[in-house]
C-alpha cells in the first residue's frame, strides 16, 4: 500500500545569502530549501544552506530505519548562489549507499551537470561532484517534459507530456515545470507537484506582471498550496526593486486569489527584513488573502489533511 503522506517542510526561506542571528531567529536565516514527503518519496526543492540541516535529518532518520539507503529526487529551480551553495556540504551525498536524482533547468546551453559541478568544483570548493561517493543522476528537465514517480520505485520517470505514452498509476507522484522569465538572466523554473487530489506549487524567484503572471494562475489553478516568492515590501520594490526578479506579498496574494489557492506561504525573505519585518508582512497580505503564512524554518504542513 502506498505512503499516502503529502507533508511539506521549510528548511531555509531566506533569499540571497544567509543571515543568521538574533534578529531572524523566528523565520530562519538559512537559504532555500523545501523537503516534500509525497507518496512514500523524498523531494527537495533546491540546495540552498537549508539543505545541511535536511541532510542531517535524512541520515538520522536513515539510522533509525536500520541504516536503510537514503534516496531523494532534488529539483533545481535555477543555479544561482543562494539556491546551490547548501549542496557541496548535503550529508547524504558523501553516503556511498545514497541514491540521489537530480533535476533541472539548463542554463546558458549549459547542461544541469556542468553548471552543477561549478558550485562545487575548486576554487569553489574542494571536492568535485564526481567526488561524492553517492550515486547521482542528473537530468536536463524541459518544460514539455513531466517527472513520473511510481509507488515503490524510486527512480523518477521523465516523459514528454506531448510525445509520450501519458500512462501512470493512481497513486503516482506527478511534478511539472513552468519556465518563468521573470527573474534575470536566463529564467526560473516554477514547480508543481500532484499526487492523489492534492498539490502544491514552488514559485519562488519570479516577479509580479502588470494585471498579474497569467501564466502562473493557471499553471497554478486550484492547488492546495502555493509558496510564492514574497522578498520586498511594496516600498523597498517601488523605490528601486524593479526588474530583480522578486515580487511583493501583494503580487504573491493576487496569484494566490485569481489561481483559486487554499493557502498561500510567503517566501524567499530579503535578508535586511527581520522577524518583526516580516511579521508585519505576513499581517498585511493577510488582510488581502486570509490563508497566508510567512515561511519559517520547522514549518510543516500536511496538504492530505484537508
Known amino acids: 500500500m502506498a505512503d499516502e503522506r503529502f507533508v511539506v517542510r521549510i528548511w531555509g526561506a531566506r533569499g540571497s545569502y544567509p543571515m543568521p542571528g538574533p534578529t531572524t531567529l523566528r523565520y530562519g536565516g538559512n537559504t532555500t530549501c523545501v523537503e516534500v514527503e509525497v507518496g512514500g518519496h523524498t523531494l527537495i526543492i533546491d540546495a540552498g544552506t537549508g539543505i545541511i540541516n535536511l541532510g542531517y535529518e535524512l541520515v538520522r ?11 531523494a529526487s532534488v529539483l533545481l529551480t535555477h543555479m544561482h548562489h543562494d539556491h546551490t551553495q547548501g549542496f557541496p556540504f548535503f550529508a547524504p551525498a558523501y553516503l556511498g549507499s545514497s541514491i540521489l536524482h537530480i533535476v533541472g533547468p539548463r542554463t546558458f546551453e549549459q547542461d544541469l551537470e556542468e553548471t552543477l559541478n ?3 568544483l575548486p576554487p569553489s570548493f574542494p571536492v568535485s561532484l564526481a567526488e561524492m561517493p553517492s550515486l547521482k543522476t542528473v537530468a536536463n528537465l524541459r518544460e514539455t517534459e513531466m517527472v513520473v514517480m511510481e509507488p515503490g520505485d524510486h527512480t523518477p520517470r521523465i516523459i514528454n507530456s506531448y510525445h509520450n505514452s501519458l500512462e501512470f498509476s493512481d497513486d503516482a507522484v506527478r511534478v511539472r515545470c513552468m519556465k518563468s522569465y521573470a527573474h534575470p538572466k536566463s529564467g526560473v523554473y516554477i514547480y508543481r507537484i500532484d499526487y492523489h487530489n492534492c ?7 519570479t516577479e509580479g506582471y502588470i494585471d498579474t503572471d497569467r501564466r502562473l494562475v493557471n499553471f497554478a489553478r486550484d492547488t492546495d498550496l502555493i509558496i510564492h516568492d514574497s522578498q ?11 526588474g530583480w526578479g522578486h515580487s511583493t506579498p501583494n503580487m504573491a496574494c493576487e496569484v494566490a486569489r485569481l489561481c483559486n489557492a487554499r493557502r498561500l506561504v510567503l517566501f524567499h525573505h530579503e535578508p535586511r527584513y527581520d522577524d518583526e519585518a516580516i511579521a508585519d508582512m505576513e499581517a498585511d497580505a493577510q488582510k488581502i488573502f486570509p490563508e497566508t503564512q510567512a515561511a519559517y524554518e520547522g514549518m510543516a ?6
Open 301 to 306: 504542513l500536511d496538504l492530505m489533511d484537508k
Open 232 to 242: 520586498y515590501t511594496q516600498d523597498d520594490y517601488t523605490a528601486s526593486r524593479q
Open 199 to 205: 498539490s502544491m506549487v514552488f514559485a519562488s524567484d
Open 61 to 71: 532518520r536513515a539510522k533509525a530505519n536500520g541504516g536503510e539507503p537514503i534516496v
Open 118 to 120: 561549478h558550485a562545487v
